[in-house]
């Protein structure tokens, strides 16, 4: 098992940053679409659902938003980290089986131990597909968690 741990207030600088990336599965938009409820055509499409007007399959927009929280609870500033606002520009398409990459850059420290964050998310392609910005509280305190194998869901049609 690999230890996590977060980056506190106190060791937060303007600049610093961190990625993380996750590939998009059919699998994983099919438990994203049934765990939200959300099965808009426009940003799902599977053999049960009309195709969309993008003619392809494409992702959720809000399934890369997630890529980005995950990557400010677990990679910077991690464990403890409170998510208090997040603006988000969707401005590119996210498809099936795209690998998207998460930056996150230490924008402004502020009080009360809040911290703005620019995220960017990119495709394979090096095409920004999300932008915006988040602002968090950051831990004061050191936390290291084991990182913890997810069970795994098993999905079938009816």
């Not at 599965?25 to 993008?54: C, H, M, R």
């Not at 938003?65 to 398409?93: C, D, M, R, W, Y």
């Amino acid at each position: 098992m690999r230890a996590i741990e977060n980056i506190t207030y106190e060791e937060l600088h303007a600049g610093d940053y961190a990625t993380f990336t996750e590939t998009l599965s059919e699998d994983e938009l099919i438990l994203f679409a049934a765990q939200s409820g959300n099965i808009n055509p426009a940003e799902l499409t599977t053999d049960a659902v009309q195709k969309s007007t993008y003619s392809d399959k494409i992702g959720y927009g809000m399934w890369a938003a997630n890529i980005l929280n995950t990557a400010v609870t677990s990679v910077i500033p991690g464990p403890g980290t409170i998510h208090l606002e997040q603006e988000l520009n969707f401005s590119g398409k996210i498809e099936l089986g795209d690998t998207l990459s998460a930056r996150l850059t230490i924008f402004e420290k502020l009080e009360r131990n809040r911290v703005a964050i620019n995220c960017e998310v990119r495709n394979q392609n090096d095409e920004v597909v999300v932008h915006g910005v988040a602002t968090v509280v950051a831990p004061t305190q050191k936390i290291s968690v084991n990182e913890t194998s997810l069970p795994r869901v098993l999905i079938e049609n009816q």
